[in-house]
Structure formats: structure tokens, C-alpha cells
């Protein structure tokens, strides 16, 4: 069976990964990392949305990541702390 904690770390991936998937594909949809004169001119609405989000996305999603190194560190170590001390008690 798969514990809680696993499977938080593994419904964040897959978030992660759906939100790109279905924003990629609406931004290339509108066709916003085309190069064009809209694009280059920012006339594009739609377009200047799909670059605020990515910023936005990209913040969110190195916070995730870091989180998630964190979380997964501080694990790596409580079960080398917990090893060594039953070694150390044998």
C-alpha cells in the first residue's frame, strides 16, 4: 500500500504536470510563441496572459520543487538517523 505522504508527493507531480500540459497546449492553440508582428508588439491580449502566467507558473512551481527537495532531504535523513541508531544500539 502506498502511504499518504507518497502519494501527496505524487498527486503534486501530476498537477504540475497537467497544468503545462493543458497551458501549453491553450498558448500554442492561440499560437503565442509564434513569432509574429502581434507577438512581437504585444498587441496580443491572449498572448501577454500566456507570458504572465508562465512567469507565475514558474514561480509557484520552483517553490513546489524546492518544497519538495526539502521534504524529501528531511525523509533521507530521519531514515539514516533512525539506521544509524539502530546500528549504533546493536
Same mark, same amino acid.
Given at each position: 500500500?502506498? @502511504? +499518504?505522504?507518497?502519494?501527496? &508527493? !505524487?498527486? %503534486?507531480?501530476?498537477?504540475? %504536470?497537467?497544468?503545462?500540459? #493543458? *497551458?501549453? @497546449? &491553450?498558448?500554442? $492553440? /492561440?499560437?503565442? *510563441?509564434?513569432?509574429? /508582428? =502581434? +507577438?512581437?508588439?504585444?498587441?496580443?491580449?491572449?498572448?501577454?496572459?500566456? +507570458?504572465?502566467?508562465? *512567469?507565475? #507558473? =514558474?514561480? $509557484?512551481? =520552483?517553490?513546489? $520543487?524546492?518544497?519538495?527537495?526539502? $521534504? !524529501? %532531504?528531511? @525523509?533521507?535523513?530521519?531514515?539514516?538517523?533512525? %539506521?544509524?541508531?539502530?546500528? =549504533?544500539?546493536?
Amino acid at each position: 500500500m502506498i @502511504s +499518504n505522504e507518497i502519494k501527496r &508527493v !505524487l498527486i %503534486t507531480i501530476l498537477l504540475i %504536470t497537467s497544468i503545462n500540459l #493543458i *497551458y501549453f @497546449s &491553450v498558448c500554442n $492553440y /492561440f499560437e503565442c *510563441y509564434q513569432l509574429s /508582428f =502581434m +507577438n512581437l508588439m504585444k498587441t496580443n491580449l491572449i498572448c501577454n496572459g500566456c +507570458n504572465s502566467l508562465t *512567469y507565475h #507558473i =514558474m514561480n $509557484y512551481q =520552483m517553490e513546489i $520543487y524546492l518544497a519538495l527537495g526539502i $521534504y !524529501l %532531504t528531511s @525523509s533521507l535523513k530521519k531514515t539514516f538517523d533512525d %539506521t544509524i541508531n539502530k546500528i =549504533m544500539n546493536f
